[in-house]
């Protein structure tokens, strides 16, 4: 056997383990969406810390043919920023913000998943976000959480 006829066989051998693989997904990847948090909420942030934490989790309309999901979050006027990547579902991701809210803010959170057949990125998401700062008419009792969540929340 000749090199040639080795690389054929070895491509021929290697697209046929792709194909069989393909075929055990009965479903293609073609979106992705943002689940938690939900789109348009207001998140109270106390006013008074350097950071916080945001969990954020999305889903895809077809786990086995989803390779990975990444996680982004963008400030008005700042470049979008990576948060995190999940490879299983549920989908999900912590994000660490080392920043004060002392002033209303919209965060974006976007969602990028990857097909594993095509191997390249096939659906988007993304949900606005209001974080907001608690105040100290909010929060008389000074503990970081609104006196009347029912009324402010």
Known sequence: MTRFHFLVGTFVASLFLS???????????TEAQVTE????????????????????????????DTARVEFFT?????AAQSAG????????????FATNITEEKQ??????ASSSTLGT???RDEIVLTLTPVT?????????????????L
């Open 37 to 64: 948090p939900q789109d348009g909420a207001t998140l109270y942030i106390h006013g008074g810390v350097d950071a916080f934490s945001l969990f954020v989790e999305a889903i895809t309309d077809c786990p086995d």
């Open 85 to 96: 990547v999940d490879r299983e579902p549920p989908y999900a991701a912590i994000v660490e």
């Open 107 to 112: 965060l974006t959170v976007s969602v990028t």
């Open 19 to 29: 194909l069989a693989a393909a075929a055990q997904i009965e479903c293609g990847l």
């Open 74 to 78: 963008q400030f008005e006027g700042v």
């Open 136 to 152: 100290a008419a909010m929060d008389t009792d000074e503990n970081g959480l609104p006196d009347e969540p029912f009324k402010v």
């Open 121 to 123: 990125p096939v659906a």
